[in-house]
């Protein structure tokens, strides 16, 4: 008898250890009550919404592989994140605001992962890396605190937020709509995670934000760092997070620090010791070898050569037979096209105040960083893109599916009879005006204007 009972306090010790470890939470506080919490309602529904929408995103990214993969599994990692902060707001009390980015610092730190992905370089699947990373923004609905907050609704800011992912998922659903099936399936699942899969669970959960516990735990802010005496300056902040806390207050310290202390060590020494008198002789008012009046040709010749060595050399060429680059072209107004074919495409950068002609069908063309540029062509077979542009003009003669305007401030586009059907995606933009053929065969325009951030057919 004594041997069974030690045996099955032995196990009853095991398994209350095994329960203090599991009750302990990532941030070292007890985790009290984690059990009824986590068979809450709005828990268990979180659940569903990853098991019926996640799970699809992430069995299409396997069936893709590469960055489309590693980029998927951060957009899991970052909904497991919010389930746990979601558990934690159940249990703890609602707090300022500098404490409220510190709660959510980890969900930050998940979705500046996404977004590192797309920086520094160049990659092939840049549209599924932009559109997941700029679609977990919605995530930070979580981050509601009332009206005067600064936010939208949770609803409205997980809308808003895949408008702006959006732009970039149409991209991936225009390219690969006849060439991966896969591909259009991934995109389709991202947005049905958001749409209607977040927005649904944050509607009948969350419509007003989330609630925090009346007598929970309490969440402390991080504690300012602060140099030790004679310490160099502080380097400059890191890129601000998704999540803004309190506007920085005025430091009590007795020791300035940043542009004060600059000019309190001026105003404390001599700065004037050591300088050499200029004389009369030494003014250029004086000088009878230089004149202070600078020509209307020198300054021509300086803005040219200073814009000149910034840009590259002039170039319009035919890169492995597939890519036509127009690059660096300044008042040139006869750039031509002719010799081309559906399987090619058209790169126009950094061009300005010229105009090129396509004469033939093209797979794709794309306008980038260039002013006061006039692209004219007649069929394309996949899109026409214009991105950081300022006042360019685009025509189609013949047909054009899509035409996307990203980050342009002015642009004109004229279409003919041939692709009134285009769907047009603009975001980021301002002044985009669409002209057609009026009505009657005159040869007249009607003009127009289009939204920012819409998807217009």
Same mark, same amino acid.
């Given at each position: 008898?004594?041997?069974?009972?030690?045996?099955?306090?032995?196990?009853?010790?095991?398994?209350?250890?095994?329960?203090?470890?599991?009750?302990?939470?990532?941030?070292?506080?007890?985790?009290?009550?984690?059990?009824?919490?986590?068979?809450?309602?709005?828990?268990?529904?979180?659940?569903?919404?990853?098991?019926?929408?996640?799970?699809?995103?992430?069995?299409?990214?396997?069936?893709?592989?590469?960055?489309?993969?590693?980029?998927?599994?951060?957009? /899991?990692?970052?909904?497991?994140?919010?389930?746990?902060?979601?558990?934690?707001?159940?249990?703890?009390?609602?707090?300022?605001?500098?404490?409220?980015?510190? $709660?959510?610092?980890?969900?930050?730190?998940?979705?500046?992962?996404?977004?590192?992905?797309?920086?520094?370089?160049?990659?092939?699947?840049?549209?599924?890396?932009?559109?997941?990373?700029?679609?977990?923004?919605?995530?930070?609905?979580?981050?509601?605190?009332?009206?005067?907050?600064?936010?939208?609704?949770?609803?409205?800011?997980?809308?808003?937020?895949?408008?702006?992912?959006? $732009?970039?998922?149409?991209? /991936?659903?225009?390219?690969?709509?006849?060439?991966?099936?896969?591909?259009?399936?991934?995109?389709?699942?991202?947005?049905?995670?958001?749409?209607?899969?977040?927005?649904?669970?944050?509607?009948?959960?969350?419509?007003?934000?989330?609630?925090?516990?009346?007598?929970?735990?309490?969440?402390?802010?991080?504690?300012?760092?602060?140099? !030790?005496?004679?310490?160099?300056?502080?380097?400059?902040?890191?890129?601000?997070?998704?999540?803004?806390?309190?506007?920085?207050?005025?430091?009590?310290?007795?020791?300035?620090?940043?542009?004060?202390?600059?000019?309190?060590?001026?105003?404390?020494?001599?700065?004037?010791?050591?300088?050499?008198?200029?004389?009369?002789?030494?003014?250029?008012?004086?000088?009878?070898?230089?004149?202070?009046?600078?020509?209307?040709?020198?300054?021509?010749?300086?803005?040219?050569?200073?814009?000149?060595?910034?840009?590259?050399?002039?170039?319009?060429?035919?890169?492995?037979?597939?890519?036509?680059?127009?690059?660096?072209?300044?008042?040139?107004?006869?750039?031509?096209?002719?010799?081309?074919?559906?399987?090619?495409?058209?790169?126009?950068?950094?061009?300005?105040?010229?105009?090129?002609?396509?004469?033939?069908?093209?797979?794709?063309?794309?306008?980038?960083?260039?002013?006061?540029?006039?692209?004219?062509?007649?069929?394309?077979?996949?899109?026409?893109? /214009?991105?950081?542009?300022?006042?360019?003009?685009?025509?189609?003669?013949?047909?054009? !599916?899509?035409?996307?305007?990203?980050?342009?401030?002015?642009?004109?586009?004229?279409?003919?009879?041939?692709?009134?059907?285009?769907?047009?995606?603009?975001?980021?933009?301002?002044?985009?005006?669409?002209?057609? !053929?009026?009505?009657?065969?005159?040869?007249?325009? /009607?003009?127009?204007?289009?939204?920012?951030?819409?998807?217009? $057919?």
């Amino acid at each position: 008898m004594e041997g069974n009972l030690i045996e099955r306090l032995e196990a009853a010790v095991v398994r209350l250890e095994a329960l203090s470890v599991d009750g302990v939470s990532s941030r070292g506080l007890p985790d009290i009550g984690a059990v009824e919490v986590s068979s809450d309602p709005s828990i268990i529904a979180f659940d569903d919404l990853m098991a019926q929408y996640a799970d699809s995103v992430s069995a299409a990214a396997e069936k893709i592989g590469g960055e489309v993969l590693d980029v998927t599994k951060i957009v /899991v990692e970052a909904f497991s994140v919010e389930k746990k902060l979601l558990i934690e707001i159940k249990q703890t009390q609602k707090p300022d605001m500098a404490g409220l980015a510190e $709660f959510l610092k980890p969900l930050n730190e998940v979705i500046m992962k996404a977004n590192a992905m797309t920086e520094g370089r160049r990659s092939d699947f840049i549209n599924h890396l932009k559109s997941a990373g700029d679609s977990l923004s919605a995530l930070a609905w979580i981050a509601f605190t009332g009206k005067n907050c600064g936010m939208s609704m949770p609803i409205a800011h997980v809308e808003e937020s895949w408008q702006t992912a959006e $732009f970039y998922n149409n991209k /991936v659903l225009v390219e690969y709509k006849n060439k991966d099936a896969n591909h259009v399936e991934w995109a389709k699942a991202l947005k049905e995670l958001y749409l209607p899969g977040l927005r649904d669970y944050v509607k009948s959960h969350y419509p007003l934000g989330p609630v925090w516990s009346a007598s929970g735990k309490k969440v402390s802010s991080a504690p300012p760092k602060t140099s !030790p005496p004679g310490a160099p300056a502080a380097p400059p902040p890191p890129p601000a997070s998704v999540f803004s806390s309190e506007p920085s207050q005025p430091s009590s310290s007795s020791h300035p620090k940043g542009m004060a202390a600059v000019f309190q060590e001026i105003s404390a020494r001599n700065v004037t010791a050591g300088l050499k008198k200029v004389t009369a002789d030494m003014k250029t008012k004086n000088r009878t070898d230089r004149s202070g009046i600078v020509s209307a040709g020198e300054k021509e010749t300086r803005s040219i050569s200073s814009s000149s060595s910034k840009a590259g050399p002039p170039k319009l060429e035919l890169q492995m037979g597939r890519k036509w680059v127009v690059e660096n072209q300044v008042g040139t107004k006869n750039l031509v096209i002719d010799d081309c074919d559906a399987k090619q495409s058209v790169y126009v950068f950094g061009c300005k105040d010229s105009v090129l002609q396509i004469q033939g069908k093209v797979n794709n063309i794309t306008i980038d960083k260039c002013t006061k540029m006039g692209v004219l062509f007649k069929d394309v077979v996949a899109a026409c893109e /214009v991105v950081n542009c300022n006042s360019v003009e685009v025509q189609c003669q013949g047909s054009a !599916p899509t035409i996307s305007v990203d980050n342009t401030s002015g642009c004109q586009l004229y279409l003919s009879k041939d692709s009134l059907g285009a769907s047009i995606t603009t975001a980021k933009s301002s002044e985009i005006n669409v002209l057609v !053929p009026a009505a009657k065969s005159d040869g007249d325009w /009607v003009s127009l204007q289009l939204t920012s951030f819409l998807l217009h $057919f």
